[in-house]
C-alpha cells in the first residue's frame, strides 16, 4: 500500500465521530497489523454493508429489509409511536427493551442556525402515520436541548388536529445518579417533572 493510500485511509476515518487525525492514525497501523483478521474481514463487511443497507419507508430505521424488522413485527403495539431525532436514538431505546411499540426517525433536529426546517425532517410522514385509526399516543422523545425541544414543540403543534395523545420523555436525574455530580437544568428538570410516590 503506498503512503497515498494509507493517508487517504487515515482522512477518511477521521472523519468518523469520536475520531480525530491521531486516532485514525492509530486505527490505521492497527488495521494494517491484522490485515487478514481484522481489515480484510471489515472491507468486505463495508462492501455488503453499501450494497444493502436501506432506510425503511415507515419509520426511517436502517436496516436490509425494508419494512424494517421492527415496521414488520406484528406483536409490536401499533397504537403508540415514538419519535427520536436519528436512528441512534432509536437503538438506544431498542436496547432497554422496554419499548414495544413502533418508531418514526425525524432525521435530526430543527436548527435555523445550521439552515435545518421543517422541509428537512421527516415531519410530513410523521403526521400521516399519526393520522391513522390505529394511532392513539405519540411519545416526543428528542433531546433536552434547545433545538431538541423546539423540534418536539413544532411535532406537537403539528399532531395537533391528529386527535392523538402526545407525551414527552421524562427528563431528570438518571438511575444511579448523586445529587451534587448534576447539572442545574437536570436538576431543574428532575424538580418540574417529579411524580407521587
Keep these: 500500500m503506498a503512503t497515498t493510500d494509507i493517508d487517504r485511509l487515515i482522512q477518511l476515518l477521521a472523519k468518523l465521530p469520536g475520531l480525530g487525525p491521531r486516532s485514525a492514525r492509530r486505527a490505521v497501523l492497527h488495521l494494517i497489523k491484522n490485515k487478514e483478521a481484522l481489515m480484510i474481514p471489515l472491507s468486505r463487511a463495508l462492501d455488503l454493508a453499501a450494497e444493502n443497507i436501506r432506510t425503511c419507508a415507515v419509520c426511517g430505521n436502517l436496516d436490509v429489509v425494508d419494512p424494517c424488522p421492527i415496521c414488520a413485527d406484528p406483536r409490536r403495539d401499533g397504537s403508540v409511536i415514538c419519535v427520536v431525532e436519528e436512528v441512534a436514538d432509536l437503538w438506544a431505546m431498542e436496547r432497554t427493551a422496554a419499548f414495544r411499540g413502533r418508531y418514526h426517525v425525524l432525521g435530526g433536529v430543527l436548527s435555523p442556525l445550521d439552515g435545518v426546517g421543517p422541509e428537512d ?26 433545538d431538541g425541544q423546539t423540534t418536539a414543540h413544532y411535532v406537537s403543534d403539528r ?22 455530580y448534576l447539572d442545574d437544568g437536570t436538576l431543574s428538570a428532575a424538580l418540574k417533572a417529579r411524580r407521587s410516590i
Design 159 to 180: 399532531l395537533g388536529d391528529c386527535g392523538v395523545k402526545i407525551s414527552a420523555l421524562a427528563h431528570g436525574i438518571p438511575v444511579g445518579g448523586e445529587l451534587d
Design 121 to 146: 425532517l421527516n415531519i410530513d410522514g410523521l403526521v400521516a402515520r399519526a393520522g391513522q385509526d390505529e394511532v392513539k399516543e405519540v411519545i416526543l422523545a428528542t433531546a433536552a436541548t434547545v
